[in-house]
């Protein structure tokens, strides 16, 4: 390990910046401080530059990410600061360092604009993961509330602008994107919702429950197209048979968790549903099955992350003794995004499988 570090450092050595690249940088970052600073006309209640103009310039400069992320690493990795920040919540000592700088970080230094969406798409997951551990300890508070439902508004709008650039790229991987959102919000929503008639905190529940609904429809679908019909369908019923296989294994031990189960097995079902239509339109060649193929890949999806909720919950359950633990409970085990690992997933409820 030592080695590599050596390398490392060898090689962060060798980067060298253009003149260009030198002034701009030093603009950016030195720049409009100093000049803050030496004017006489700044007082208290003068506005300080924001460290996420930083965040945007080094996210379209290579070498500045690299040597970026080499310092900070080198910076807060051993301390295992970022660790301890990943696991904090709203209202703990570290959730600014993770929400100000460890995330707005990841999303700067994605290489792809499908990454970059990737990524946004799962911070918003990440709020209504943490609202759902708040929750069920008893903590989710007004202010607690607005400050997820302000980020979680955030992620999306930053997803909708990264999108217009995926889709340029490639439709089908905005596509996917967009669907897995859909259903990876709408899931939470229907966890929250379950959540709000067994805390005392129903109305916050029920706000973050309505807030992640209308993030679901911000994000409108894209462009059919690129694999075969045959390609896609088999994905979908891969995708079915990896939710029904748990819940042929799954057991319950509360009502919220029965009440999951149960939406899981409903969204099962309207996945199979979906994905015969889809086979008869193929087969008939009097309409187009990609509607229907989607709103089974979004059922299917959803009722994988309900059932990882699940498994989130229950292990939270068996570790609250132990203090926070992990506090991320949303659906990683779908890889549609082969730029980062993990996609989220798509859609919510009879309205919206109708539609």
């Known amino acids: ?47 300080v530059v924001s460290p996420f103009s930083f965040f945007r310039y080094i996210s379209n400069h290579r070498l500045a990410s690299s040597i970026v992320a080499a310092v900070l690493i080198m910076a807060l990795a051993g301390g295992g600061v970022t660790y301890a920040a990943e696991g904090s919540l709203p209202g703990d000592p570290l959730y600014s360092l993770k929400t100000q700088v460890v995330e707005p970080l990841k999303v700067a230094l ?3 604009a499908a990454a970059k969406a990737a990524v946004q798409a799962d911070l918003a997951q990440t709020r209504l993961a943490e609202a759902e551990t708040l929750a069920v300890n008893g903590r989710l508070d007004t202010p607690k509330q607005q400050q997820i439902s302000a980020l979680l508004r955030s992620y999306t709008a930053d997803l909708s602008q990264t999108l217009v650039q995926v889709r340029h790229q490639s439709p089908e991987r905005a596509e996917a994107i967009s669907a897995n959102f859909d ?4 899931a939470h929503a229907d966890v929250l919702q379950t959540l709000a008639g067994t805390t005392t905190a129903t109305t916050t529940v029920t706000v973050l429950s309505a807030d992640a609904q209308a993030a679901a429809k911000t994000i409108t679908p894209g462009r059919h197209g690129g694999a075969s019909f045959k390609a896609k369908r088999n994905a979908v019923q891969t995708l079915i048979q990896a939710a029904s296989s748990t819940l042929r294994a799954v057991a319950t ?103």
């Open 1 to 47: 390990m030592t080695m590599n570090f050596n390398n490392a450092k060898k090689d962060i050595r060798r980067l060298t910046m253009t003149a260009h690249e030198k002034q701009a940088m030093l603009t950016q970052i030195v720049g409009e401080q100093t000049a803050a600073v030496s004017s006489n006309a700044r007082t208290l209640n003068t506005p």
């Open 253 to 355: 031990s509360s009502s919220v968790e029965n009440d999951l189960i149960q939406q899981a097995q409903t969204a099962v079902e309207h996945a199979s549903r979906s994905l015969q239509q889809a086979d008869q339109q193929d087969s008939g060649g009097t309409s187009s099955p990609d509607d229907s193929l989607r709103q089974s890949r979004i059922s299917a999806d959803e009722a994988n992350i309900l059932l990882n909720v699940v498994s989130q919950l229950r292990s939270h359950g068996d570790s609250h003794d132990h203090g926070h633990g992990n506090q991320d409970n949303q659906n990683h085990g779908n890889n549609h995004d082969n730029d980062r690992g993990n996609e989220h997933n798509s859609n919510h409820g009879d309205n919206s499988r109708d539609n």
């Open 110 to 112: 994605a290489p792809t």
């Open 183 to 186: 259903a990876s919000m709408n």
